[in-house]
């Protein structure tokens, strides 16, 4: 079920929830963290950054969360609504904003990822925190199982919003984006299973869907199991530089779009919002992929966590693309 046009009825065309952070790198090119005299400020988030996208390419997104009444919350919020993001619906209080450090390696040795987010304010979300009668207004739903890992408040606000989203016929989209520094296979696949079944689209990394719950196989078998299984939900795996695959009851695929030297943090958070923006404007499931890819890209191609991107950019790239000439 995909709204094809806006009515004036509508606020925002996406309205999502989760944790947004500090994330401090350090301030020289692959240098370790333990040697670092200063560090970068990135605001990061799975969901913010999806918003941030698509906002950038013009649509009405929001962005709700918990967030502490300090200096940094401060800087997270002016940050999204310097990029366009409706911030309004976000919960004010006490606590911290959770961090994440990034030490960025590069073969043989691995980037490294270091969270200090326990008993961030964001963890504390509680079903009640939000107005949810603000989802009749909405287009589309995005969440992602970042947010359930959190807490068991967190995991019932996630349940609060799949259930406030059906009750008004609001389409969700699911992206399980497992951590595993946050939990182990064995605690995450029951829950993000339940919550995957209740939406209208899931979308995962294909490493993840085969780890989480023991499958194998090529992906047109795997996408048809996890769209039985979660109850005919559009179902959307991503393969890395193999591109992305679809089943609706068809499948459909595209490759993808190839970057040199990738920067890659944020690239699925792009995915989707490039995805999204695609199925927002009416376009068909294959054409949404291209687009999911193509963000994804450009994304690879830039610091922070965020896809700083245009829609002419956009376009443009998928012009050369389908015409295989980049000029």
């Not at 790198?25 to 605001?43: F, G, K, N």
């Not at 799949?162 to 989209?173: D, L, T």
């Not at 199991?225 to 679809?246: D, E």
């Not at 699925?268 to 994804?296: I, M």
Request: contains cysteine; glycine residues 8%; hydrophobic residues 45%.
């Amino acid at each position: 079920m995909v709204p094809t046009t806006s009515s004036t009825a509508t606020t925002h065309d996406v309205l999502t929830l989760g944790e947004t952070m500090w994330r401090l790198s350090p301030s020289l090119t692959q240098q370790r963290l333990e040697a670092a005299t200063t560090l970068d400020i990135h605001v990061g988030g799975a969901e913010s950054n999806t918003a941030i996208a698509l906002a950038r390419l013009g649509k009405r997104a929001a962005w709700w969360s918990r967030l502490p009444e300090t200096p940094p919350g401060r800087h997270v919020a002016a940050f999204l609504r310097a990029q366009g993001v409706d911030v309004g619906g976000v919960r004010w209080g006490e606590g911290r904003l959770g961090t994440y450090y990034v030490e960025f390696g590069s073969v043989p040795r691995p980037t490294q990822v270091i969270y200090d987010r326990a008993n961030s304010a964001a963890s504390q979300m509680q079903p009640d925190d939000f107005d949810w009668e603000r989802l009749s207004g909405a287009r589309w739903l995005h969440l992602t199982g970042i947010t359930p890992a959190l807490s068991a408040s967190c995991l019932g606000t996630v349940r609060r919003a799949i259930a406030e989203a059906r009750q008004r016929s609001v389409p969700v989209s699911f992206d399980l984006n497992y951590r595993a520094k946050l939990w182990t296979p064995a605690q995450a696949a029951p829950v993000l299973d339940e919550l995957a079944a209740q939406a209208s689209m899931v979308i995962a990394a294909e490493r993840d869907v085969k780890l989480l719950f023991h499958l194998s196989g090529k992906p047109d078998a795997l996408l048809s199991n996890l769209h039985a299984r979660w109850n005919q939900a559009t179902v959307v795996l991503t393969h890395g530089a193999g591109g992305s695959t679809a089943f609706d009851g068809s499948l459909h695929h595209a490759p993808a779009v190839l970057v040199s030297s990738p920067i890659a943090i944020g690239a699925g958070d792009a995915f989707d919002a490039g995805l999204l923006d695609a199925l927002l404007d009416g376009k068909s499931l294959p054409e949404a992929l291209r687009q999911g890819n193509a963000l994804a890209a450009l994304k690879l191609t830039m610091p922070g966590d965020v896809a700083l991107v245009t829609r002419l950019e956009l376009d443009a790239l998928l012009a050369s693309a389908a015409s295989g000439v980049l000029r």
